[in-house]
């Protein structure tokens, strides 16, 4: 066991971003994969283990060569991890805390249980169509309430018959769906929050920061980034624009509503990053969406425009390294993200590839991915700037290369 070896279960591309970060501050890396050395994180860490998450087996090697054990996807055997934990093993986040957020149903009951302002949602079941579409009108969300993530997983409704035939294709089996009430937001927000161990001699009172909390009686500390603007297209994101263009109290109400639905995770161990979305309405009322117990897209513009990215303080809060909340501050004015989606064909993606490489105030990110699927997250790229015309100068400029 290295005592510097950090376990990642999970090898795709917020573990190899994670990688990349652990070098900076002195941390190696084991990930456990289906894909192995092939993964996008297995070609850079120092141990790849060829296995599924829900391998028990595999668990156990991996945290038999490491003192800590986090991961980069939800969709894990909590079970396991809750093994792993008993015999001493640090997990973090708590498998308590990842065991209500992989189930999205159980993580709004969990929400609304802790007075976390949320839209409306019911579990569903065979036969309830006409009545839910009723209760709640068109459009509406059908949603899988376990792995479902980019897109899958989640179909619009618009009308009875449309119900009717998705159900179909979500494959509603032992009670896996639930709906929600369709949420007429006028922009969609996310923030990223860094939560780690912090001494007991803290005083609440002597916190002034807005974007800062403290659970006294876990001995964490919440801080938050930025508030950030995301864009979606075909349910996917495809930028994000960091900070968001929101007044001083709508910010103030998006860290609180943050902070407070990590807070009210189950385990004492909620240690990391996490990515919580929300709606902003037309009449200023913020509503909680959903919560990632892990790196996020939303925050992937840290890596250019903050001291530092999202993935060093998630390693720094599970390693129990010092944070400052300074840190977390934007260096540039603005930033704006976008996510390189694959084409389906190898040439016309690297073309979006390299034709961002000759922007003169962005900085890309590859993947490592070996297929090149159509809508699959291959990279990104983040433009930095003083404003808002130095971004859309920028986006000119990528459009003329593509024409």
Known sequence: MYNNLVGIVGGGQLGRMMIESGYKIGLQTAI????GSNSPSGKICQISIKGSF?????MDELANKCNIITIEIEHVNVDVLLKLKE???KIRPDPLGIQVIQDKYLQKINMKKNN????????FKNGDEENIGNIFGYPLLLKKKREAYDGKGNIVIENLENFKKNIKALKNANNS?????WVPFTKELAVMVVSHKVSNTINAKNIEEKNRMLIKDKNIELLCYPVVETFQKNNICNSVLAPATITEDIKEKCWNIAMNSIASLPGNENVGIFGVELFLLNNNTVLFNEIAPRPHNSGHYTQDSCYI????AHLRAICDLPINISSLKMKTNIAYMVNILGTGNNDTTMNILNNAMKLDKASVHWYGKDECKKGRKMGHYTITGNNINDINEQLDALSF???
């Open 401 to 403: 290369y593509f024409n």
């Open 54 to 58: 829900h391998d028990i087996d595999k």
């Open 116 to 123: 976390i302002p949320l839209g409306d949602f019911i579990e």
């Open 32 to 35: 456990l994969d289906p894909h």
């Open 87 to 89: 015999n001493g093993i």
């Open 309 to 312: 990215d999202q993935f060093e």
């Open 177 to 181: 769906l639930y709906v929600e009430k």
